[in-house]
């Protein structure tokens, strides 16, 4: 379905990102990875379920280096197609004590990124006539939770910053949306359970707390029904959903 089209990922070195480059890359798009730690595991993933993807190291904390990682995508790859801005940092402390530079990392990383590479992307997307923008922005785009300042500051400006692009494009094949997960099981998340485990908490209970709390279903979104989300927005049939905070997240928006 996908076929032709290139889908630049950052963030897509685990969890959610990599889930999501899983989805586009069997879908027939050419994936280009980003991120930190095992990134060979990424690779290898991704071509075991398409084709063998691009990959750029760029820290989305630094413009200039999003300025690279999209040279290297018009360069290698023509351009992105398909832009999922999934990279995301969270911290968590009270407002007075969170630590300014953790605030600026986050606000950096978790949404000023979506600015440069969409304002980087957009070109390409307007002079061949077609683009998908997905932002995986969060329930915390939505509603917030005590400690997270920095991230729901974030992921509330990425949600303002999706409906103005998809203003901007209403006349176009280009979207942008938003997709806005509960808890999904990854290493960001896994952090935030490892405290509880950490508080003497049974590693079992942790998990059970954790979602009791907040996600209604008492279970996990998972990457693979993200992808799912994330195809659907890429197709034909989506094209006149625009400006969307889609939630995917076990009924945490319900309550
Ligand atoms: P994760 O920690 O598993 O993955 C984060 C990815 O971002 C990794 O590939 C990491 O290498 C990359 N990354 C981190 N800092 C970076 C930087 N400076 N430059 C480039 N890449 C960087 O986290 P995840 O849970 O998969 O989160 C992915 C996105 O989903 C985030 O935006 C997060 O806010 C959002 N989200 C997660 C959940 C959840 O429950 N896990 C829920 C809602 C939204």
Redesign the pocket.
């Known amino acids: 379905k996908l076929q032709g089209k290139t889908a630049l990922v950052?963030?897509?070195?685990?969890?959610?990102?990599l889930g999501l480059a899983s989805s586009l890359a069997a879908a027939g798009a050419h994936v280009i990875l980003?991120?930190?730690?095992d990134i060979e595991r990424a690779k290898d993933h991704i071509a075991s379920v398409g084709q063998a993807p691009g990959y750029h190291a760029?820290?989305?904390?630094d413009p200039q280096q999003i300025g690279d990682m999209m040279d290297y995508v018009n360069r290698e790859f023509g351009g992105a197609d398909i832009l999922v801005n999934?990279?995301?940092?969270?911290h968590v402390a009270k407002v007075e004590v969170f630590p300014p530079e953790q605030w600026d990392a986050i606000l950096a990383?978790?949404l000023s990124s979506v600015f440069h590479t969409s304002r980087l992307a957009l070109p390409g997307m307007r002079e061949r006539g077609w683009g998908r923008i997905i932002n995986?922005a969060?329930?915390?785009g939505l509603v917030a939770s005590k400690e997270k300042a920095a991230y729901v500051a974030a992921k509330h400006g990425v949600i303002g910053l999706t409906k103005t692009i998809a203003l901007e494009t209403a006349r176009t094949a280009i979207t942008c949306n938003a997709i806005c997960?509960?808890?999904?099981l990854?290493?960001?998340?896994q952090q935030q359970i490892d405290r509880r485990i950490a508080a003497g908490i049974d590693p079992q209970q942790a998990q059970d707390d954790l979602l009791a709390e907040k996600q209604p279903s008492q279970a996990f979104v998972t990457p693979e029904q993200l992808g799912e989300l994330a195809l659907f927005l890429c197709s034909d049939a989506a094209v006149q959903v625009r400006g969307a905070a889609w939630n995917m997240d076990g009924g945490w928006l319900a309550q």
């Open positions: 950052t963030g897509s070195t685990s969890g959610i990102g980003n991120g930190f730690g760029a820290d989305l904390s999934n990279a995301g940092i969270q990383i978790n995986v969060s329930v915390h997960p509960g808890w999904v990854t290493p960001l998340v």
